[in-house]
């Protein structure tokens, strides 16, 4: 009780740049407070004792799970740690140039060293251990899953820490069930499914979708803003300089960070986290955090490959009945991404700002022994089947909906994790003057077209042209509708407009607001407008800035999001309620993105033969997309797989 008590008044800045960070993850002041051993980041163990679950929906049993695993408990991963502290603490006691905690520290250290100096990277007894631990818990928690002829398949990096991981892992599981049918493997074959952006890996993806930072403040700005890591240096030795260069005192610093923090995993009572004060603590937490984020969220789609395994073995077990187990062992720098691809628990939060960081990404999700597992549900006579995710244990969310949460539906999941795939193209000629915007047809039966000469035309699915609303000289750009009332939505650039046309008559437009931010009078205002369901609009601002406007019909406003990455020119919207994403037509690049809801762009498809593809609907019922191309008034049908 004592050491939580310490470290709570630390915690007030934290805690407020959580409540300034608006909807929260979780409330961090109560995390730390309940567990300071968050504080060693990804060097934090992960728990093995048994957790609740969820009942399942009336007559569905559990009879797969698909995983992933981070190695267990290891000794130091840098491979000069132990030898680097060896040196600079010898040292610095030969010339007399330690404080009283710096002889502390090294009189501990020096008992500690023999025993792990060969050990660097090593999974440790204790991870040995966990790793045994955390499969009796998969058995004891779903045993129908290993019932009699279930198969476990198992495969790894080639890191010998993950290999002995998983080797300590199936024992565990053989422990239960001697008689168990288990297969062990690893080797570069499998990297797709382990480390799908290694060097080593022959099938490495090179042209997936990067993220880039929302933020321009760098790792080495942050931490001098966060903490004074030379006071730290000050209590151990008594003229820092002359112990390390000023150069290296920031490397040595995280180093001890990490040594301190990776006790835990070791066979031993040592503690050195004495060293440093609580709120250094703290601030060494949060520079990891940073650190961490900053590498894995612009490559954290290139880990896609990991998923579609998933979705490939699953679907293999459910078309045989097999029961079992597909497992994976890997490192936290993919598992990271891997949360992050997958948005469990929010982990896809494309951050703005450095402070929110540990707020959305907290990396005692990512422990020592970290797992995720989809854990698959059937029921006799049923053809549909559910999963639910588990993350260290615990039920876990995904973006993606379900009225019977945490259980989600198989198919849906695989409708929203898998990418397009477009195909071939066919061209409609139509007579709309330049067109601009497309939306469905009230009746269903073809496109409503705008014209930034005229207005709004029916166009058939053939190319048939007819006028549906229009006025001289008007400029509309983009249109929508609410399939609910039939109620048809229209911009209009210049005069920066949102207008209304009520069903079933369509004759008399009605102003809704004007956008102020737009430029009046430019040729970069409002372009594109895209319904969102329950009274609320998407509006697109075209550029300068490039502006997703979030309006509701009987609020306005709600919110503004600016698009400062990946794309330059919004041409048009549209809302796709099957993924819940958003789809962006962008002429100037002449390419259309599938994108999140804020305008991260997920998936790119470039058209170079349109010359100004300003209009884009998408058409599931003929799975495809329509372009339309403001230079030739035609209408580009793109066949889509997946769509």
Known sequence: MTRHLFILPALAILFATCLNAGAQQYDILQQLKE???????????????????????????????????????????????YERLNDV???????????????????????????????????????????????????DTFPKVFRKGAKVRSWTSTSTRCIMTMSAFCLGLKAKDPKLDIFENFGVSFLPAILPLDSKNPFREESFQTTPLRFSETWEQYIERTVDYRAILSRLFKDRDKALPAAEQWDFVSYLYFFAAGMRSLDTDLVFTDIFTPEERIALWKIDDFQFYAQAWPTHLGYRPIVKDFIAKADERIATGEKGADL??????????????????????????????????????????????????????????????LLNGKEARLPLKTDIWPYYDWDAFKQQASLPEMGEYTTVRTAVPEVSGLCLNPGGDGLLATSDEKGVYHVSWTGETGEFYTEESMDCEGVT???ATGDVYYVVEGKQELRRLRAPEYNEPELLTVISEAGFGTNSGLEAVTWLGDGTLLIGNQADPTLLIRYSLTEGILARTEITEGIKDISDLCYDP???????????????????????????????FIDNGEGLYVDRDHQCIWIGDDTTSMLYKFSFKNL
């Open 481 to 483: 509708i609410d399939p």
């Open 578 to 608: 099957v993924r819940n994403a958003l789809w962006i037509a962008d002429s100037e690049q002449r390419t259309f993105h599938l994108c999140t809801l804020k305008g991260r762009v997920l998936a790119t498809y470039p058209v170079p």
């Open 35 to 81: 567990h300071p051993e968050y504080l060693d980041g990804t060097d934090h163990l992960c728990p093995t004792g048994p957790i609740a679950q969820t009942r399942a929906p009336r007559g569905y049993k559990p009879f797969y799970i698909s995983h992933y695993g981070r190695h267990g408990a290891r000794y130091a991963w840098q491979s000069d740690m």
């Open 89 to 139: 603490f010898s040292a610095a006691a030969q010339q007399g140039n330690l404080t009283a905690l710096g002889a502390s520290f090294k009189e501990r250290f020096d008992g500690l060293y023999p025993s792990v100096r060969y050990r660097v990277g090593d999974l440790s007894h204790k991870g040995w251990q966990q790793q045994q631990e955390l499969a009796s818990r998969m058995y």
């Open 328 to 389: 994976r062992f890997g490192h936290d720098y993919t598992f990271l991404p891997l949360l992050m691809t997958l948005g469990v628990n929010g982990f896809d939060r494309d951050i703005t700002d450095p402070d929110e960081i540990p707020v959305w990404c907290q990396l005692h999700e990512v422990p020592m022994g970290a797992n995720l597992h989809f854990v698959f549900y059937r029921r006799p006579r049923s053809s549909r089947i559910l999963f639910k995710v």
